[in-house]
């Protein structure tokens, strides 16, 4: 079965960062919040860092649980570095630190960014850094894993089951290889023309998020290196024949496990045709001193 | 987007908070009155609210395959679950809880491993003791089980992982508070569908100390016989009090792409699984091994979709009547005809050993679940799909009832379009849902469109996010951008009078 991690868990990762004003102490905005001594009511003045789901909450009153032990008083202005707790009427948020609004933090306050589009930028950033390997280039050709075509020859990328059996899961993830045409290495080290990674293909909820490929998709991939299940070859059968493409690593035949590239955030494919994201990122990178 | 004080609200516009300064009181009855928020009529002993927060009013995801716990000794507090993602894209998903009866609902992201669309499968139960339980699949890690307790389920703090375990599939979690040598024990029963020990993968998961630092769970797998292949992904426990816990899963025989034949087994223990051979009790006449089968050679098929945009492949639940464990009531689905999906429900009133035919049939229908109230009254929830185009069909939520087994009442929740919204992923609606009940009262928890539109809640609904039943058209937080037609949770009590 897969073992690769679609995601790993972002623990203690501010997701709403904004500066506010302590309107009450001890206090929440809706009902069937725990309040004890650090939960506050406060005013948000300006949303720097959101997910879409809190964008909109500039000028409103939110209750948040303070995550630091310094004292704090009504009029108070803090920057709240949090994550999200209860939505209901209204909202409340968990804050992991408190800090003071001062010259340091002015120039994130003062930027005309897009808070939900920062936080975006953010989290792109973070699967740039994660990645083993990230490339622009074309999808050329989408197949079936070795090991895993029908016994009649062409593999139908349409087939629903790997085994003869079928899945043993509806979560089976019906894992397909996309070929890509390299144009640039733009992370990692890679020096075939072609790079192929693994993609579910599944609509189940547990792989539905996942990039889909197709044939002429160009772009730019993050690729991660993950372990995933190794097709087994079956006995007195040809063993897949090596081509040209290189894969991520060798396989381990004891668990039937192998290690394959793969990208199953939502980010990890960026068009050419969309603006930002990636491409800044790589802009960014080359602007570095090397060495 | 919170209501701001220069929004003009859209004329007709519904929300569950009319002001800041609005304090609801929760409905001391269901009987026949405006809704404070939905504005439509409810029909007496019928409560059913739409899950989504007031603040989530722009969501739109497909939040399916819901499940419920109600707090036995406190039934005003409630926890539910749904493929909902935490909104603030944290670490942790969210459970929807109540603690005013069901009337509103809000959301608490404490369930560790959030994902795209939240965590994978989610089962949620509550001890009398007020400890909550859950069995889930992590949305961080393919596959990854996590049992999970919480003595607070307001609190901010993640629930606390009692049991991880890779590889394993559809955690349907039980949990009871019962006498073990006269100590009262929070008991745990997990069924679970686990690929560490192919073929026989039917699963029980189970402790008889589950409020300890660190409970120690046996893992009983239930199939003695050997599958082909793997056995089914929903394998579902049912605890009385006195000791007795039944499972029932399904045995597959054999499998080729979509069509796939099992048997319906249903195995029982008679000590909270505490022996040297849990879930032994109950053999088979025919090979005189342990889990009697109850319907032999079922015609499954596993398709996607199967039913309207659902799939279908492996729907299965199980109830013990608290009155008199040697009752048990299952349901399950298979193919009688052609291109039918078919429940049946079946009772055995002598602990297993012999079972009815059919006492209930429904063509073309899925997300059974069973439960039987303090009278021994049993309840059936399911969802039936009607019409014959995609355009015309419609999932028609169904909790029927019934005093002998014979003679059923049925109650129409919710009657809502198939064709939309258009299927993100699957499950559509669920490959579960669930019923349970406190005393006489029945409650349950089903997903369905939220088109909002008096005609599709025959029984009357509540919503709290902001949605116009007369222009049909559901609005942000603002009360004046419109937000399309999603997946909702819909959670229900009904009350017995008698």
């Known amino acids: ?291 | 987007m919170p209501a701001k004080k220069t929004t003009k609200k859209a004329k007709g516009v519904t929300s569950g908070a009319k002001g800041k300064k609005t304090v609801k009181k929760p409905a001391k009855s269901t009987a026949k009155k405006k809704s404070a928020t939905g504005g439509l009529v409810m029909s007496p002993g019928v409560l059913v609210v739409n899950m989504i927060p007031r603040s989530r009013s722009g969501e739109h995801n497909q939040d399916s395959e819901p499940n419920l716990a109600v707090d036995p000794a406190a039934p005003l507090n409630m926890v539910g679950s749904a493929f909902t993602p935490d909104p603030g894209g944290g670490p942790n998903a969210p459970i929807y809880f109540s603690t005013d009866g069901g009337n509103s609902w809000k959301l608490n992201s404490i369930v560790p491993g959030n994902g795209t669309f939240g965590t994978g499968d989610i089962t949620v139960r509550f001890s009398p003791s007020h400890t909550l339980y859950a069995g889930i699949l992590r949305g961080d890690v393919s596959l990854r089980m996590n049992i999970l307790r919480t003595a607070n389920f307001t609190s901010s703090t993640p629930m606390t992982v009692l049991l991880s375990r890779d590889n394993v599939d559809q955690p349907y979690i039980q949990a009871a508070r019962v006498t073990i040598g006269a100590v009262k024990k929070d008991v745990v029963f997990n069924g679970d569908n686990d690929f560490n020990s192919v073929p026989k993968t039917a699963t029980i998961n189970h402790t008889t100390d589950a409020q300890v630092a660190a409970p120690v769970f046996k893992t009983t797998r239930i199939d003695s016989r050997v599958p082909s292949g793997v056995d089914a992904p929903s394998i579902r426990p049912a605890i009385h009090s006195n000791g007795t816990v039944y499972g029932v899963f399904l045995h597959r025989l054999s499998a080729s792409g979509s069509v796939r034949r099992y048997d319906v087994v249903v195995v029982r223990d008679d000590h909270f699984g505490t022996g040297a051979a849990p879930f032994t009790a109950l053999h088979d006449p025919t090979d005189a091994l342990s889990g009697r089968r109850v319907a032999l050679n079922r015609l499954i098929p596993w398709l996607m979709p199967g039913l309207g945009q659902e799939r279908t492949g492996s729907s299965l639940t199980i109830a013990v009547d608290p009155t008199n464990s040697k009752i048990v009531y299952i349901a399950w689905a298979d193919r009688v005809g052609t291109t039918d999906y078919t429940l049946h429900v079946r009772v055995s009133k002598d602990s297993g050993v012999n079972w009815s035919s059919d006492c209930l049939t429904v063509t073309n229908a899925t997300n059974p679940a069973l439960a039987v109230n303090s009278v021994g009254k049993i309840g059936f929830l399911y969802q039936q799909l009607t019409g014959t185009t995609l355009a015309t069909q419609r999932w028609v939520t169904h909790l029927r009832r019934s005093t002998d087994g014979v003679s059923w009442s049925d109650l129409v929740l919710a009657r809502t379009s198939a064709s939309t919204p258009v299927r993100t992923f699957f499950p559509y609606i669920g490959d579960y849902n669930h019923l349970l009940t406190v005393g006489k009262d029945f409650y349950g928890i089903f997903s369905a469109s939220n088109f909002p539109d008096p005609a599709n809640f025959p029984n009357g609904v509540k919503y709290q996010r902001n949605a116009n039943f007369a222009t049909h058209k559901l609005f942000n937080i603002d009360g004046a951008t419109e937000v399309p037609v999603s997946i909702d949770p819909f959670f229900f009590k009904v009350t017995e009078l008698t």
């Open chain 1, 1 to 291: 079965m897969p073992a690769s991690p679609s995601k790993t868990a972002q623990d203690q990762k501010p997701a709403f960062v904004f500066k506010g004003t302590i309107k009450r102490l001890k206090s929440a905005t809706m009902k069937g919040v725990p309040v004890d001594e650090r939960t506050v009511v406060v005013t948000v003045n300006q949303i720097i860092e959101a997910p879409p789901a809190l964008a909109d909450y500039n000028g409103q009153d939110i209750t948040v649980q303070l995550g630091g032990r310094q004292k704090v008083r009504v009029g108070q202005e803090l920057i709240f570095h949090t994550t999200s707790w209860i939505f209901g009427d209204s909202i409340a948020v968990r804050s992991l630190t408190e800090e003071p609004v001062t010259y340091r933090s002015a120039a994130m306050l003062s930027a005309a960014d897009d808070p939900v589009e920062r936080r975006a930028q953010r989290e792109k950033r973070d699967r740039f850094d994660a990645a083993d390997l990230v490339v622009s280039g074309k999808v050329v050709a989408v197949r079936l894993p070795a090991g895993t075509a029908k016994r009649s020859g062409a593999a139908s990328l349409d087939a629903s089951d790997r085994a003869p059996g079928g899945p043993v899961s509806e979560h089976d993830p019906k894992w397909r290889e996309a070929v890509i045409q390299v144009d640039e290495v733009h992370k990692g080290s890679h020096k075939k023309k072609q790079v192929v990674l693994r993609f579910p293909a599944s609509k189940d909820v547990m792989w539905y998020g996942a990039p889909k490929f197709h044939p002429g998709q160009q772009g730019f991939f993050m690729l991660h290196k993950s372990k995933i299940e190794k097709p087994k070859a079956k006995r007195g059968r040809k063993q897949p024949r090596k081509g040209v493409v290189e894969e991520a690593a060798v396989a381990d035949s004891e668990v039937g496990i192998t290690e394959a590239y793969t990208a199953l955030d939502q980010t990890d494919f960026q068009p050419y045709n969309e603006p930002g994201g990636v491409k800044t990122i790589i802009d960014s990178e080359s602007l570095k001193p090397k060495g």
